[in-house]
């Protein structure tokens, strides 16, 4: 079959290499146009648009797939499927209509749960065991179409958001090859999605990675996980002893389980370099200070000279 792929995230490049492999035609890439990216702020490349270049693939960069001219060129190519991943633009009816087979769309959760921007994290962020991918028909409303496929994992106790997004990724690659096959045999089901177990994943802000010491180990610690690599389980670090203050992200932790001290404010470090929370303890194993790269715990307690007393304080927004 003729496939148009629109999209311009990571997530979508397995399923790329796999079309690719395949006795389906990429015909066209759509994609983002290039954004500062990095420290330096250096204008680059989509990631799907680098892929496209390297792999000879025709592509067009736009900021709006439903521009006329967009439209007019996806059309020249005559798609049987059109397939989104990651594109982070509405698509149009006129294009959704477009293909002599189906529109498309791979999502990184179990639909119906976690509609929008951010299933991976939510998924995390929520306490979930498990997760997986989903290809559904590109509906009006977000990720409402009718189910195609699915694809489940379990999602390990210290997985990060941005390790699970890597495999999920590929585990959505040979689902998506066996939907391509099952669409141009007319063998493939429609199964509608249950409004009454829907729930949404909004975008992530940056504001929504600022720890509160108060709430209970469990759940900032899997808000660390759900918030590494972006946007960053977030907050300040006061000596107690030099009475500086340093940001810091905390990329892993562990929940340890025990009584606080009395009078012990939530986000002291204790005698064990532990953080009291409004109940249990973290247990760091990983942190990002602020202008320095990801390290482990041990080498921060050599670095800033860690010790019993220290804080951890919520960022004010």
Not at 239 to 249: A, F, H, L, P
Not at 294 to 304: S, T
Request: one cysteine or more.
């Amino acid at each position: 079959m003729n496939i148009v792929y629109l999209g311009s995230g990571e997530f979508g490049l397995p399923c790329l290499d796999a079309i690719r492999s395949s006795r389906h035609s990429l015909a066209l890439v759509v994609t983002g146009p290039a954004s500062p990216a990095g420290r330096g702020r250096k204008v680059c490349p989509m990631p799907v648009a680098h892929w496209a270049e390297n792999n000879a693939v025709p592509f067009i960069e736009s900021e709006n797939v439903n521009d006329p001219q967009i439209v007019r060129r996806i059309a020249e190519t005559h798609p049987d499927v059109l397939l989104v991943i990651a594109c982070g633009q509405k698509i149009g009816r006129e294009l959704v209509n477009m293909p002599t087979k189906l529109a498309i769309n791979v999502h990184s959760s179990l639909l119906p749960k976690y509609r929008g921007a951010g299933p991976i994290n939510w998924a995390i962020l929520r306490g979930e065991t498990e997760t997986g991918v989903s290809i559904i028909t590109l509906a009006d409303r977000m990720d409402a179409g009718d189910i195609l496929a699915q694809a489940r994992t379990p999602i390990d106790v210290f997985e990060t958001a941005g390790e699970l997004h890597d495999r999920l990724a590929q585990l959505a690659a040979p689902l998506l090859i066996e939907t391509l096959d099952r669409i141009e045999s007319d063998t493939v089901v429609f199964t509608p999605q249950n409004e009454f177990e829907a729930t949404k994943a909004p975008k992530l802000k940056k504001s929504d990675g600022f720890l509160d010491f108060t709430e209970p180990a469990y759940i900032l610690a899997d808000k660390i996980r759900g918030l590494w690599p972006w946007p960053g389980a977030a907050a300040n670090f006061v000596s107690s002893e030099t009475g500086k203050t340093t940001r810091v992200i905390l990329a892993l932790a562990e929940v340890i389980w025990g009584d606080a001290p009395p009078q012990a404010a939530p986000g002291t470090f204790d005698e064990d370099l532990n953080v009291l929370c409004g109940e249990g303890k973290l247990g760091i194993r990983k942190i990002k200070p602020a202008g320095k790269g990801l390290m482990e715990f041990k080498a921060f307690i050599n670095g800033w000279r860690l010790r019993a007393g220290d804080r951890l304080t919520k960022i004010e927004e």
